[in-house]
């Protein structure tokens, strides 16, 4: 029934009999309602992520630098430099991948279980949940700079605090180690992430009906149990968001780990979008960045294509 | 009833739509309401004054009361152009400009490196200043190698008016210097004389012999002076043809690599520190020398460290060598469809001039470019050293002038020696790697 | 409850030291007691975690340019001063990147409030064929790198002459929140009944005002939160407010505060920190303020998301 065409031709009921309805253009029938509605979202949505996103499209099929202003097709020359002759390339997927699985996973672990400690009832509950969420508004500029200077080698007040503590015998040069180095840019982001996560899970923790916990202790479940087969699940539904949206911003997070190590000693925290930041910006070689940059989508895409399909298809059948 | 109320529903459908329309539009017509940029066109339109954009990256105070002096001065003798101070910094110059002339509003005099000036300029962003400067007395007054440093590659266009430049020096703690009994070498000194100094004034982890800046992206700036040192030219053209020379420059190499695990003269954690914090550790005593330019010597002023210091010139080996780091302002060629081209040149005349380059290189602890201003009193003092660093200024270097330098050093070299001080790459293999993608880059940006 | 009642016959002695309910919440609360250290022990560590560095930042905006260059590094100083303060308050125009940075960010509450209402609630209630797809096209919208976008966006934002303007910056930062927000109000609105518009609607009631009167006092919680998540992340937004303001009396705080940072050699941290406790206090506020709406505007989309 819900025909979209040109001229809406449908049958309208007056009493008991069917009279043909006026032919209407789409635009002003009712269907077109949602669209109108959608309209004011859509058209900047669309106009400044599409032609960006056309852009970089265009340009990473052509070999377009501020030297040789050549817009003509050069088919996949880019990614086959990228895939084959670039070996940095794959040292910042590899990099990218650790980094961003890394910090996802130590978010998700950390925030569940702060949540979980969160929903109970507990005294200063109010005043710990406020604490949780500091990192959350302190701007990226900042933190990138607090943390390099947490992690200075020279005026660290972490490793003074671990030598008071007894723990390490030397100050350590956090972001000069080639093996700490992305684990501290990992540490910053974690930090950064961690309130969202936080909120994130606490509200999909609240929308547990309290029924099946009480269900389930009735039929002998107990607390791990719970948690098992109960908590997760329904929390999925949530942290499935959770995670797809902060797995994408953290995969593209650039302005803080830059800040703080530039790509890090010898390489070591190279990630895909500071190398396509270099590459545009450093070397003027703006087709070469916006191929790194679509083959970050694509490599985003193909996991969060996945769940969605499962979510969204799960999710629609049930409402 | 549902049917009597669609009845009557028609017109608050439409009126429906209507609203909405109307909400579309407005938010539409918004962006128009409320910009609050003049367009371009607009700011050269008025043949009265024309605006001049002086952007510029000066930082130290000094620096920044000297240029906004001279433009003062500037707009009050001429009124019928105003140049406007606006105020940048390093740490995101180089954005501001790309994005700028991608934009097409870029200011009308940008201050830069000479190498960035260089690029730009052969991009097509920066104009072209030679006629300008050969019809002025700029062309003489200029040291020759400023000039040279802001001159392009291939096409010999000058892009950019070098105003100053520094030198990379030596600051040392002349209170430890005496405690071990060493001499303060004002007259130079070899590599081997460093080192047995060096090896005396080491003791970790209380404090470290030399600091320097072998951070990521920085790597070259304070290495390559040594490599320069030992004859190697790191990218240079010879006979027409650009190519890569690093083999000359093992000892350096193999000096700093020395220095990191054999004397343990210097430490891994410089391989993290910005130049931003290197002159306040030192200031506390956390090495005995720190290698960076000649501007540092305010900041260490204020940090007011608890010891006497001294600045002096680096080793040297084969030769001397440092590098020299000339700042150049480039003029937008945009600026030439704005009208504004003329103006914007007067402005740089006059910010270039003797008196101006002074106030600006004293208030930056830096050099000015123009030979009779070197020749002034001010820069031979020795309160904090001035004449050491001036006898240094004839063997300063610029860095490599060739558009594949950016990438050649934050992507081949930069990490390379890193990978190598970090023990993750043999010599041999950094001197072939290296080599071997610098030629790849070479034939990559060299001009079709 | 009669069984507290201590029966008269017994005597001191005999009589139980504690009744019975007592020993039962006592012992409930001894069961319960490695849960609640742990729980009480782990809170303690998280709030170190994520209070330190702003401790720390509050710290250093109060120390002088010894204390900061210190080997041993002190939480609280032992010479407090506001010169830092005073420093980026009367000389700098910090006051100036404060206000711009609150227009931008309520420009941006309104604006992200106003489009994402209207579409999270097209895709709630109205079923239509490019639903599922608009659905995909917003997430696709967030995983496109911002660097490879800046140089388009802004040669974009040039034409529109949309550079060195409030609105600007306001449309870019709304069209970056949009896709999530949209996203956790759809999920809101869905659970929000239709039944009580639709009745409105039957009453007479166009769908406008159905919206307006039956709708909205029910969706507020999800919008106020909606609200949160747009101002905090505007108030932070930084690349873009950079590539598009370039008249510096227009800078938001967190470009602002990149003077005090990128200055060549030398950092002034005592100011910078100042700058930066500046920026994080008024949003940190605001979030206390309204994160209960959050935590339950995003609650009840939670489930049905």
Known sequence: MQVRSMWKIGKIKRGNNFYPMKPVSFWRSRQATPFYFLLPTLIPLLLLTLYPFLNALWLSFTTYDSYNKDLSFKGLTNFSTLLTGDDLFWVAVRNTVAWTSGVMISTYVLGLITALVLNRPLRFRAFFRAIVLIPWVCPPVVAGRVWGWIYDANFSPLSFLLQQLGLIDHKIAWLADKNLALPAAMGMAIWKLFPFMVVMLLAGLQAVPDELYEASGIDGANAWQQLRFITIPLLNRVGIIALLFSSAWTFNQFDSVYALTQGGPGNHTMLLSLMAYQAGFRYFQFAYAAAIGIIMLIILAVPISIYVRRTLLSSEAAT | ?448 | MIDHVVKPTQSIVSRPLINRTNQLRLQRTLQKLPGTLFSYGWLILISIFTAGPFLWIVSTSFKTRDEVFTITPTLIPNHPTLANYQYILTQTPALRFFLNSVIIACGTMLLAILLTTLGAYALSRFNFRYRRSIGVWLITGQMIPGVVTLIPLFVLFTQLHLINSYFGLIMANTIAVLPFCVWMLKGYFDTVPKDLEEAAMIDGCSRVGAIRRVFLPMAAPGITSVALFSFTSAWQEFMFALTMMKDPSMYPMSVGINFFVGMGGTVAWGNIMAMAVLIIVPSLIFFLFLQRYLISGLTAGAVKA
Not at chain 2, 297 to 311: D, G, H, S, T
């Open chain 2, 1 to 448: 009833m549902k049917n009597s109320s669609k009845d009557t529903k028609p017109l608050s459908r439409r009126e429906f739509l209507r609203r909405a329309g109307t909400l579309a539009a407005a938010a539409g017509a918004a962006p128009i309401l409320t910009h609050f940029e003049t367009p371009p066109s607009a700011r050269a339109a008025t043949a009265e004054v024309k605006k001049v954009q002086f952007y510029t990256n000066a930082w130290q105070p000094g620096c920044v009361a000297a240029q906004q002096a001279g433009l003062d001065a500037f707009n009050k003798a001429n009124p019928d152009i105003k140049a406007e101070y606006v105020q940048g910094d390093w740490g995101k110059a180089q954005d501001f400009i790309t994005t700028s002339l991608a934009g097409g509003v870029a200011p009308e005099i940008m201050h830069g490196i000479a190498p960035w000036a260089i690029q730009y300029g052969i991009q097509g962003g920066y104009a072209d200043l030679t006629a300008l400067i050969e019809g002025s007395d700029l062309k003489t007054d200029t040291h020759p190698r400023a000039l040279d440093d802001a001159t392009a590659p291939f096409d010999h266009k000058i892009y950019s008016l070098p105003f100053s430049w520094e030198v990379g020096v030596l600051y040392v703690n002349a209170d430890r210097f005496k405690e071990k009994g060493i001499p303060i070498p004002e007259n130079g000194w070899t590599w081997d004389e460093f080192i047995t100094a060096a090896q005396k004034l080491t003791d970790p982890p209380n404090y470290t012999g030399l600091a320097a800046n072998l951070s990521a992206t920085q790597t070259t700036e304070d290495l390559i002076a040594w490599m320069w040192q030992t004859g190697a030219e790191v990218m240079t053209e010879v006979g027409g043809q650009w190519k890569i020379d690093l083999e000359p420059a093992r000892p350096a190499l193999q000096l700093w690599y020395d220095m990191l695990w054999k004397y343990h003269i210097t430490s891994e954690a410089s391989l993290s520190s910005g130049e931003a914090d290197l002159p306040a550790a030192f200031a506390v005593g956390t090495s005995s020398m720190l290698q960076t330019g000649c501007w540092a010597r305010r900041v260490l002023i204020e940090a007011k460290p608890k010891f006497q210091w001294r600045m002096i010139a680096l080793p040297h080996l084969k030769r001397s060598a440092q590098t020299d780091q000339t700042q150049t302002w480039g003029l937008a060629s945009a600026s030439k469809e704005r009208g504004t081209m003329d103006a914007a040149w007067k402005v740089m005349q006059w910010m270039a001039n003797k008196d101006n380059q002074i106030a600006g290189a004293l208030g930056d602890w830096l050099f000015p470019t123009r030979k009779s201003a070197l020749a002034d009193p001010q820069f031979d003092t020795t309160e904090n050293d001035w004449h050491l660093a001036k006898a240094e200024v004839q063997n300063s270097k610029a860095y490599p002038k060739h558009p594949a330098w950016p990438e050649f050093d934050d992507k081949v070299l930069g990490p390379n020696i890193q990978r190598f001080l970090q023990k993750d790459l043999s010599l041999d293999d950094f001197i072939s790697k290296s080599t071997a993608d610098g030629e790849k880059l070479l034939a990559k940006y060299a001009p079709k």
